[in-house]
């Protein structure tokens, strides 16, 4: 279920997945790109261990000033022990991280909302069962 | 050197950057330098430049005004942006650490346009592309 109303993402629980999708690409202008992170950053910080699938399928380009955001959405994550996962990345936009070789930093999946959803998935239930295997009997 | 056929001065804010960044777009689109396809690199590129000059050249002070043009200069457009800040050595940017918050902005401009040079007589910095193909 979509949460929330004047937010600059829409948030919807999709299993043990969060997407977040941002809306448009004007909420990523020099004008409110802060608030971006900072929306995100609050989010994230009150759901410890949180899985985050960033969904960018309504973005056309984004500048320097959102990957620096992301940055800050990428730290807030490690300190919850969470993931973050970028998919519906644009041409333009998959530029960007290559060029800033911020593609080796982010793991993006080159696929779309539904696509990205189920390769998180099946990472996360990789990850449970090598948890399980590491368990002692 | 030709007449720009777009010039806007602006205070350093966002919201004035913001609208004349949508009003040189338009520009470049109408006057045939881009395509619809092309316009995020492009914006992307104007956008860096703008708020370099009103963050960095201006310190964000709405007193001081950042001012763009674009003239065509035949076989290439040239986009000038000029604040009224200490200026910058384009060569001097290094290009950001993995994990730097910032500093990335010069790195996509270099990219996307085919000349970046920093004018320190006029305080402006120039960057040039041919015209895309249609």
Not at chain 1, 46 to 66: K, T
Not at chain 2, 87 to 116: K, N, T, W
Request: with cysteine; aromatic share 8%.
């Amino acid at each position: 279920m979509s949460e929330a109303s004047d937010q600059i993402l829409d948030f919807s629980q999709e299993g043990a997945i969060i997407v977040g999708t941002i809306r448009t690409s004007s909420v990523l202008s020099a004008i409110n790109v802060a608030e971006f992170g900072n929306e995100v950053v609050a989010y994230v910080e009150s759901r410890p261990g949180v899985n985050l699938l960033l969904n960018f399928e309504n973005v056309d380009y984004l500048s320097s000033a959102v990957l620096t955001e992301l940055l800050r959405v990428n730290k807030a994550i490690e300190g919850v022990n969470g993931k973050l996962r970028l998919c519906s990345l644009s041409k333009v936009i998959l530029e960007v991280f290559q060029i800033t070789n911020l593609d080796k930093m982010f793991t993006i999946y080159h696929e779309d909302r539904e696509g990205g959803l189920r390769r998180f998935q099946r990472a996360l239930d990789i990850q449970a069962e090598e948890a399980a295997w590491k368990e002692p009997s | 050197m030709s007449t720009p056929f777009f010039r806007e001065e602006f205070p350093s804010t966002f919201e004035a950057m913001t609208e004349t960044l949508d009003r040189a777009v338009a520009a470049l689109l109408r006057e045939g330098w881009i395509q619809t396809a092309d316009e995020p690199c492009t914006r992307l590129c104007l956008e860096e430049a703008l708020v370099n000059a009103v963050r960095h050249g201006n310190d964000n002070d709405a007193e001081r005004s950042v001012t763009i043009s674009l003239t065509d200069c035949g076989e290439s457009c040239t986009i000038r942006v000029s604040d009224e800040g200490d200026g910058f050595s384009v060569d001097e940017v290094a290009f950001p650490e993995l994990e730097q918050m910032g500093g990335r902005g010069i790195c996509l401009i270099r990219h996307f346009m085919e000349e970046v040079a920093f004018d320190s007589s006029a305080n402006c910095l120039e960057m040039s592309f041919r015209r895309k193909a249609m």
